[in-house]
């Protein structure tokens, strides 16, 4: 079973960035995809993005395109969200996920979760 520890999130203001982070423990990290979900107040939880188990292909919601950067450094068990100019409706508490293939192939295949970061944008 692997364990999941994001950190990383905090307040920020309108236009700011944040780096998450989520580091991977008990068993190998390499071999598997990642992604990053979110769930704000009074919402179901949502798909960020994710990455292919070395890191070459990754998936995004639309919503984020061009303003997130999901990444990996299998060495270090280690998985990032870069979010750049932040809005306040991406307030949300963010966590990671493992997947149980290779390739990103949807949520129904995340075996473990982390406890997640809060997030919280203000204008």
């Known amino acids: 079973q692997v364990q999941l520890i994001e950190s990383g999130g905090g307040l920020v203001q309108a236009g700011g960035s944040l780096r998450l982070s989520c580091v991977a423990s008990g068993r190998t990290f390499s071999d598997n995809a990642m992604a990053w979900f979110r769930q704000a107040p009074g919402k179901e939880r949502e798909f960020v993005a994710a990455i292919n188990w070395v890191g070459l292909r990754a998936s995004y919601a639309e919503s984020v395109k061009g303003r997130f950067t999901i990444s990996r450094v299998n060495a270090k068990n280690t998985l990032y969200l870069q979010m750049d100019n932040m809005k306040p409706d991406v307030t949300a508490i963010y966590a990671c996920?493992?997947?149980?293939?290779?390739?990103?192939?949807?949520?129904?295949?995340?075996?473990?979760w982390g406890q997640g970061t809060q997030v919280t944008v203000c204008s």
């Open positions: 996920g493992f997947h149980s293939g290779a390739d990103w192939y949807g949520v129904n295949f995340i075996r473990s």
